[in-house]
Nanobody, 123 residues
Framework: QVQLVESGGGTVQSGESLRLSCAAS????????MGWFRQAPGKQRELVAH???????QYADAVKGRFSTSRDNAKNSLDLFMNNLRPEDTAVYYC?????????????????WGQGTQVTVSS
């Protein structure tokens, strides 16, 4: 299986910055894409940033120009840099990976999620 561990959430004031980190581990054969999603109370989970390995990152319109990503192939990690945070960015942020894992008998590709990390932005 694939485990995703997130870190870096917290509470900040409007205009400040945060960095979220996500590291994938386990019996990973290949990672095809990683990304960050968020879910605010009472709302559906939405895409924040997505990076297909070999492609360019894509960002939600709401975060373009403020958020960026950094990938470390050796560590199977994807960081999310969030600048000029706003109260509407408050949500639980989830790391996602489209990855193939293996065991002794088979390998399987699928979606994997982290446990989530809370980001709170006060005005």
């Amino acid at each position: 299986q694939v485990q995703l561990v997130e870190s870096g959430g917290g509470t900040v004031q409007s205009g400040e910055s945060l960095r979220l980190s996500c590291a994938a581990s386990g019996s990973i054969r290949s990672i095809y894409a990683m990304g960050w999603f968020r879910q605010a109370p009472g709302k559906q989970r939405e895409l924040v940033a997505h990076l297909s390995f070999g492609g360019s990152p894509q960002y939600a319109d709401a975060v373009k120009g403020r958020f960026s990503t950094s990938r470390d192939n050796a560590k199977n990690s994807l960081d999310l840099f969030m600048n000029n945070l706003r109260p509407e960015d408050t949500a639980v942020y989830y790391c996602h990976a489209d990855a193939q894992y293996y065991n002794r008998t088979y390998s399987k590709r699928g979606d994997h999620w982290g446990q989530g990390t809370q980001v709170t932005v006060s005005s």
